[in-house]
């Protein structure tokens, strides 16, 4: 059973960064594409990020390129989050998504794609 660990979320101004951290364990981390989404309050879930499995191809939201940089390390099972100029706007659950993937350079920006997730961290942007 494949299991996912999101860290790192919590209370900062805007214009700081954070880095967030996804420790995954059982099945084969290193041929999974990986995603970060995010859900506001009141808000359905949202695409932020994804990562192939060989970290060689990767895929923003619009509002996020520029500011947030998705990194693996296959050696550690994890992927990571590197969120900077954070803005209100950003604030909400981090939510951390695993997927077999058919080949290393495939990323997925949609939720339907991923069938294994994490419990999320929470990122809160004050103004």
């Known amino acids: 059973q494949v299991q996912l660990v999101e860290s790192g979320g919590r209370l900062v101004q805007a214009g700081a960064s954070l880095r967030l951290s996804c420790v995954v364990s059982?099945?084969?981390?290193?041929?999974?594409?990986m995603g970060w989404f995010r859900q506001a309050p009141g808000k359905e879930r949202e695409f932020v990020a994804s990562?192939?499995?060989?970290?060689?191809?990767?895929g923003y939201k619009a509002s996020a390129k520029g500011r947030f940089t998705i990194s693996r390390d296959n050696g550690e099972n994890t992927v990571y989050l590197q969120m900077n100029s954070l803005k209100p706007e950003d604030t909400g659950a981090y939510y951390c998504?695993?997927?077999?993937?058919?080949?290393?350079?495939?990323?997925?920006?949609?939720?339907?794609?991923?069938?294994?997730w994490g419990q999320g961290t929470q990122v809160t942007v004050s103004s």
């Open positions: 998504a695993a997927r077999g993937a058919r080949d290393g350079e495939s990323w997925y920006g949609v939720e339907y794609e991923y069938s294994n």
């Open positions: 990562i192939s499995w060989s970290g060689n191809s990767a």
């Open positions: 059982g099945g084969t981390f290193s041929r999974y594409a």
